[in-house]
């Protein structure tokens, strides 16, 4: 337990062969709670894909809770909220049936859930103080409603690390409170939270340290507090919205992606 959940060395990270994120170096210990911050475009959101295996690490290395990134066996040990506002689909779906999804990876041989996969899906969704929503339609929820439902979808597998984008972004003062009390209590279960967010003011009784990205480098990483300018309001919207996808990538899966593999197969 004492292994860092996250370290990043030298790690270069973009999309094909275009690097995005440059010589990062980075150590996050178990149990820390870390905000990342930058600016439209600085490569923040790209840091955090390099770590879940949605973009490729074109140089250094990456490790995620001991293992290279995209070879740790057990996948629910890390819990991904991705940079979307709502759950939406073709078929209609309970809050219980989509956040039941989240503990797929802990499923046992047969992948039939028991008791304790039940459980654990009750158990998030109360987290998330959703409890009397349970069985009812996603559509019918709020917006903010829904981003915490995806909050419950990555914590019903139980995760060590979770690692969140944008989870307070166009959501109410009310759901942003209610995921600020959730996550003080995941990170007080020993939880590691990597968040990235450019709105650090719901969030600043969670997230100690922070870390800013800058054009594509680290160009800090202390307390929350004296990160400056880049932890303020005018620090919005989604990175990297100009930089095409790698085949094969779903904001909502976090596989790696063909040129990631490749790259660490050293196939180019």
Do not use: W
Request: with cysteine; glycine share 12%; net charge neutral.
């Amino acid at each position: 337990m004492s292994d860092p959940a996250l370290c990043l060395t030298g790690a270069t990270v973009g999309y094909g062969d275009v690097a995005i994120v440059r010589d990062a170096s980075l150590t996050v210990r178990r149990g820390e709670a870390v905000a990342v911050i930058g600016s439209n475009g600085s490569g923040k959101t790209t840091l955090m894909r390099g770590v879940l295996g949605l973009a490729a690490v074109l140089g250094g290395s990456v490790e995620v809770l001991g293992a290279p990134v995209g070879r740790l066996r057990e996948h629910g040990r890390v819990g991904y909220v991705p940079q979307r506002h709502t759950v939406s689909g073709a078929m209609p779906a309970t809050v219980r049936e989509v956040v039941g999804v989240g503990r797929l990876p802990r499923l046992g041989l047969f992948g039939r859930p028991v008791a304790r996969d039940r459980a654990a899906v009750a158990e998030a969704v109360d987290a998330v103080g959703l409890a009397d929503r349970l069985d009812d339609p996603v559509a019918s929820l709020s917006g903010g409603q829904q981003r915490r439902v995806l909050v419950a979808r990555a914590l019903a597998a139980e995760p060590e690390l979770l690692v969140m984008d944008e989870p307070t972004a166009g959501v109410d003062a009310a759901s942003q409170a209610a995921l600020a009390t959730v996550l003080a209590q995941v990170s007080a279960a020993g939880t590691t939270l990597v968040v990235v967010t450019h709105e650090t003011g719901p969030l600043a009784g969670v997230l100690r340290r922070a870390v800013v990205v800058d054009s594509g480098r680290l160009t800090y990483d202390g307390p929350l507090s004296g990160a400056g300018p880049a932890a303020g309001p005018d620090c919005h919207h989604p990175d990297e919205a100009t930089v095409p996808p790698v085949r094969g990538y779903r904001l909502d899966q976090p596989r790696p992606a063909p040129d990631a593999a490749r790259v660490r197969d050293g196939s180019r």
